[in-house]
């Protein structure tokens, strides 16, 4: 039995406005919740149980005719819109064509085409080569092994409040226990720690104070002499949106440089024009010598890339590296497009744009709000962290109280941090600016209902 849907055509015609019919989520979602609780692990969860059956633009729709703002982009990912009109001509050109041979097998220029424009594209202008995966753990493992396969070492360092997925190593990489990794252990061994630059927590640490901390932990409690790689988020993610003090890559990743350790830059949710730049290293001129990407790469398509120093990528025997689907014919159709959207409809400078009235919007409720303990961001990748007033104390309860009240009023907000108390908004590039203000309209209301409570 199939729940009736509403024919709604995704693309550029979709109505740009929020508009609800029913509570959210509506009867049919709820009936479809059900069928969900019953078909699908619990373990997989759903964030906001609205079935969706058309997004573009700036919305969601779902299938109770309710047209919600989106300001998640599925994590990061509809960076140049859901349903873009490039993104789904290519891709159905792809699918008349063919939809896979592997790469392995038989080529196709797609993928060569997408490596040659990371290549060209990402930080730095040494000879570069690119490998294609399926997701960003994937490739994350990937960076890894070849960063392991060119140094002959084996120990790995990543950051405190870091996310890299969820694989076996990459859970190992990933700070946080609760939901990620608990009971899944044992975790892949050579993995250790260092303290991030966390401006907001940090007090007067600044960036190169920062890495001059991080550096000392790693020195001694690893040694270059073992260190394979250093893996960091430029911006993190999940972990809330924590934008290191000016310095800090720089001062990192020249460490590096100095003693033989690859810098990998996890650009998974930080790239293709999200943060006001290409990539987020660009911001301060970092060139990592690994760089990893995914989510916004193709338009929701599943791709993942690792692209860095040709005589990195080159280190692993030949057949070392590979996957059935990697670089997947559709995705690269995809990817290509994605490319062209940022280009063409200048989506680096809209990111900055969305950036510059999000912060702006923010700054003035924290103005009048001690709730609001910190804002952040870059471009179109922005944070407010909620905290008890006067402290650094995080207020996760809040939180969820005002992200549940700006679900019920139709805007789709996510949550982030090691401890939940962080908000992050991370819209379409292609998000019209009347339903932006429209959403914070949503958000400041949510946070004035919860004043004095
Ligand atoms: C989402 C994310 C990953 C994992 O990507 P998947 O495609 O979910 O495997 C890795 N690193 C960062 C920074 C991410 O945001």
């Known amino acids: 039995m199939s729940t009736p849907t509403i024919a709604v055509t995704g693309g550029p015609t979709l109505p ?8 959210v989520p509506g009867p049919r979602s709820r009936e479809l919740a059900e069928r969900k609780s019953a078909a699908v ?17 700036g919305v969601v729709v779902d299938v109770d005719g309710n047209s919600l703002i989106d300001l998640g982009s599925g994590i990061a990912v509809t960076s140049v819109g859901n349903s873009n ?27 060569v085409r997408v490596a040659e424009a990371l290549n060209r594209l990402t930080p ?12 960003g753990a994937e490739a994350v493992e990937n960076a890894v ?6 140094t002959r070492k084996q120990a790995v360092v990543a950051f405190d409040h870091g996310y890299h997925g969820r694989t076996n190593l990459t859970m190992a990489l990933t700070a946080k226990s609760m939901p990620y990794k608990s009971g899944f252990g044992p975790f892949a061994p050579e993995v250790y720690r260092a303290p991030m630059s966390y401006p ?3 007090g007067d640490v600044d960036g190169p104070a920062a890495a001059h901390r991080a550096i000392d932990v790693i020195e001694k409690q690893v040694g270059a002499a073992n260190l394979a790689a250093v893996v960091i988020e430029p911006i993190q993610g999940e972990g809330g949106f924590v934008v290191p003090a000016p310095g800090f890559l720089q001062a990192v990743a020249d ?15 930080t790239g293709f024009a999200r943060t006001g730049d290409l990539f987020a290293c660009d911001d301060e001129g970092v060139v990592p010598d690994l760089i990893v990407t995914a989510k916004g790469i193709a338009g929701g398509l599943p791709l993942a890339a690792v692209t860095g120093r040709a005589e990195l990528m080159d280190a692993p025997h030949a ?32 990111a900055r744009q969305l950036g510059t009235t999000m912060l702006d919007r923010l700054r003035a409720l924290q103005a009048d709000d001690p709730r609001i303990g910190d804002v952040r961001g870059r471009g179109a990748m922005v944070a407010m962290e909620l905290v008890v007033p006067g402290t650094t104390e995080p207020d996760a309860a809040l939180a969820a109280q005002v992200a549940a009240a700006c679900h019920a009023a139709g805007v789709v907000v996510l949550t982030c941090g090691t401890w939940g108390n962080v908000f992050r908004f991370l819209p379409p590039l292609s998000m019209p600016d009347h339903l932006l203000a429209e959403a914070f309209d949503v958000v400041a209301e949510a946070l004035a209902a919860t004043k004095g409570m």
């Open 41 to 57: 692990t619990n373990a997989v969860g759903t964030m906001l149980p609205v079935y969706t059956v058309a997004a573009g633009g």
């Open 85 to 111: 009109p490039r993104v789904a001509a290519a891709v159905a050109d792809q699918v008349a064509a063919f939809t896979h041979t592997c790469f392995m097998v038989t080529p196709y220029d797609g993928y």
């Open 255 to 269: 460490w590096c440089t100095a003693n033989g350790v690859v810098f990998i830059a996890d650009e998974v949710q």
């Open 200 to 202: 907001f927590r940090d």
């Open 16 to 23: 740009q406005e929020r508009r609800l019919v029913t509570e």
């Open 319 to 350: 057949g070392g590296l590979g996957g059935t689907y990697g670089g997947n014919p559709l995705a690269c159709a995809a990817a290509l497009a994605v490319l062209e959207a940022i280009e063409e409809d200048g989506l680096v400078a809209r």
């Open 145 to 150: 092994k070849i960063a392991r396969s060119a």
């Open 124 to 135: 730095g202008d040494h000879a570069k080569k690119s490998a294609l995966f399926n997701s």
